[in-house]
């Protein structure tokens, strides 16, 4: 099953006083890379959930949110902390001062934008035991993850339809070229032949087989038969990569540069208009589902 690097996955829940919103979403990436957005003043919470992040998944840029906050009739209301709001306005002020000073106009920030900047409200929390709240998130978070794979797999789904059908247009256009390069043979041993005859017949003190082998080397150089037969190869494991449940995404990677790789050589060999013609349009396609194989996991 492919697997893309491409999702997002929405979730609320409610714990120990608190209420959360969850907030996750990816898009590629060479390797896994984690950017946690969390309430600082939960103790634990970001190392636990990183670690359980990592062993989730495998590649891909992934950011997470969440936003907790005392559910209505909690027993201890948020507080205010006093010194570091004064410091955000101080902070607010100055860059107001500045942008004035450039002829910037900025838009003014809300009460509640203040309030949700770090440590205004946060501090005060960080007084009681966060230990029950951090539990409670981290046992939410399997059924966001369970959210997240579902849309994941569902973009794979698709991803896997899309590459697909360019690994058989991959195969269709390998099946042309190795139908051009066996006519191409054909006719380029009788124009060697033909042309063998003509230097015998015009060439004094002329060594036939000392030519022979020099048309037999330069017909070698521009046989094409290896190269068919490798694409025809990775056009299979592609397939097989498509089929495999594991993460394939580093394999299909290395497995598009083999197949441009091959594609080139063709292109250099070819020696014939038509078989150029298919020879760039191979390259197309191939270049077309590189893009695509960077989204897989």
Known sequence: MTVSMTGFAARRGTGAGYGWLWDIRSVNGKGLDLRLRVPDWIDGLEVALRAELQKALGRGNVSLTLKATREAGGTEPARLNREVLAG?????????????????????????????????????AAEEDTTPLRTAILADLPALLDDFH????????????????????????????????????????EGLRAALKRLAEVAEGFDETRVAQELALLAVKQDVTEEMDRL???????????????????????????????????????QDIELTRVGLDLKTVIDQMREQVQNVE
């Open 232 to 270: 025809g190869a990775h056009v299979a494991a592609a397939r097989a990569l498509l089929a495999d449940a594991a993460p394939v995404g580093r394999k299909f990677d290395f497995l598009m540069q083999e197949f441009l790789r091959e594609a080139n050589t063709l292109l250099s060999k070819a």
């Open 88 to 124: 955000v306005l101080r902070a607010l002020h100055e860059v107001e001062v500045t942008a004035m000073a450039a002829g910037v106009t900025l838009a003014q920030p809300t009460g509640a934008d203040v309030l949700a900047m770090r440590g205004v409200l946060d501090a005060a």
């Open 150 to 189: 579902a849309m994941r797999a569902a973009e794979g789904a698709a991803l896997a339809g899309v590459i697909g059908a360019q690994v058989d247009a991959i195969a269709a256009l390998v099946a042309e070229a190795a139908r051009l390069a066996e006519a191409r043979r054909n006719k380029a041993a």
